[in-house]
């Protein structure tokens, strides 16, 4: 079982600080790394995407890649209140097709 | 504008019915996925299908099938054998134009309810 872990929160960050979301996967083969964005009652909606080691950058949102230790995380800066939600980490194996994702980290991000 | 449709926005199932729930795409994808969200749950993988015609089974196909006839059409039926259908369902596509360095993008889903 191919299995992705992250911290489930709830993840409270004062507004203008950066949130620090944390994501693992047992798959040394993975190849493909997603963070989607949830609000309550919609559908997820795709972030950021990595696929090499290291730092991605795009605005606000920071993908972090460590193949080597299987982690991958998602920096925010400047959180806002609108960035609460929950952020699901994915994952696709280089043996695969479909994304395999974690549980979720729910952000808050207090006034 | 182009993207995933799904429908309908919210379904009643009685117990032993079968339902039909709609994925449209016209974003030109390869590859469609259906998956299930239970309420503080990630995400799990019911079918998803690569090219017009064939399909594979997810982590928890049991008491779904699929069929996918045409490359913007993944119809989802939950069976009367799904024990424990209420969910929220979310269908998604990705192109395969990069290989496996492609994003999905999800509908904005269906939830069923057993009634």
């Known amino acids: 079982q191919k299995e992705v872990e992250q911290n489930s929160g709830p993840l409270s960050v004062p507004e203008g600080a950066i949130a620090s979301l944390n994501c693992t996967y047992s798959?040394?083969?993975?190849?493909?790394f997603f963070w989607y964005r949830q609000y309550s009652g919609k559908s997820p909606e795709l972030i950021m995407s990595i696929y090499s080691n290291g730092d991605k950058e795009d605005g606000r949102f920071t993908a972090q890649l460590n193949k080597a230790s299987q982690y991958v995380s998602l920096l925010i800066r400047d959180s806002q209140p609108s960035d609460s939600a929950t952020y699901l980490c994915?994952?696709?194996?280089?043996?695969?097709?479909?994304?395999?994702f974690g549980k979720g980290t729910s952000l808050l991000v207090t006034p | 504008d182009g993207g995933i449709t799904q429908s309908p926005k919210y379904l009643f199932r009685k117990e032993g019915q079968n339902v039909t729930l709609s994925c449209e795409q016209n974003l030109n994808h390869d590859a469609m996925y259906w998956y299930r969200q239970d309420p503080g749950q990630g995400l799990r993988l019911i079918y998803y299908s690569q090219i017009v015609n064939d399909f594979q089974k997810g982590d928890i196909a049991e008491g779904y099938s699929v069929s996918r006839e045409k490359k913007e059409s993944f119809p989802l039926t939950v069976t009367s054998a799904q024990k424990n259908p209420t969910a929220f369902y979310l269908c998604?596509?990705?192109?395969?134009?990069?290989?496996?360095?492609?994003?999905?993008?999800f509908g904005q889903g269906t939830r069923l309810t057993v009634v």
């Open positions: 994915a994952v696709r194996s280089n043996s695969g097709y479909a994304l395999n």
């Open positions: 798959d040394r083969v993975s190849q493909s």
């Open positions: 998604a596509s990705s192109s395969w134009d990069r290989g496996l360095n492609t994003e999905a993008f």
